[in-house]
């Protein structure tokens, strides 16, 4: 997926964009990556529980360098498993080289981690604390990755053919 904001953030805790992952009907987790004032780039996993709370799994990342308005940042985001269950995710400028290596590596085995395969989904949020801004959305692309022991996941860019 693709993600830019239509303009940086100048105060507050700046704009979030997210992938949802294996979402049921009241849990979810989410592969958020967040730009900050002076286009600043944090990545982290967050678990929504069924009561409506928030868990982050795993590290909040500053993302190496920094974001212009309107740039595009290109975010892949996995989850694989179920005891325990991890959830990964790449950022990197888009048209740049994807990184060997993922920006977060978040394992959950508490006894709410979401175990089972699941919708996915979008996410954004514009703090209250910063002003109001757009968050744009291009080349979403969703296939399922193999589990420990079955065929390699696919790699390479999103296709243009539509799913049905």
């Not at 982290?44 to 309107?70: E, F, I, K, W, Y």
């Not at 694989?80 to 740049?96: I, L």
């Not at 514009?126 to 390699?152: H, K, M, P, Q, R």
Request: net charge negative; no cysteine; glycine share 12%.
């Amino acid at each position: 997926m693709d993600l830019a904001v239509g303009e940086l953030p100048t105060s507050g805790n700046g704009i979030w964009g997210a992938v949802v992952l294996r979402a049921g009907s009241v849990s979810e987790y989410q592969a958020r990556v967040r730009v900050a004032p002076g286009g600043r780039v944090v990545a982290n996993v967050t678990r929504v529980n069924a009561d409506g709370s928030q868990t982050h799994v795993g590290d909040h990342v500053l993302v190496p360098g920094t974001v212009a308005a309107g740039s595009w940042l290109r975010v892949r985001a996995q989850v694989v498993d179920s005891d325990p269950v991890s959830v990964r995710v790449k950022v990197w400028p888009a048209g740049g080289a994807e990184p060997s290596e993922w920006t977060v590596s978040a394992t959950d085995s508490s006894s709410q981690r979401l175990t089972q395969a699941g919708a996915v989904g979008l996410w954004a949020y514009n703090s209250g604390s910063s002003a109001a801004n757009t968050l744009a959305v291009d080349n979403l692309y969703v296939t399922e990755v193999a589990t420990a022991g079955g065929a390699a996941a696919p790699t390479g860019e999103p296709s243009s053919t539509p799913v049905s």
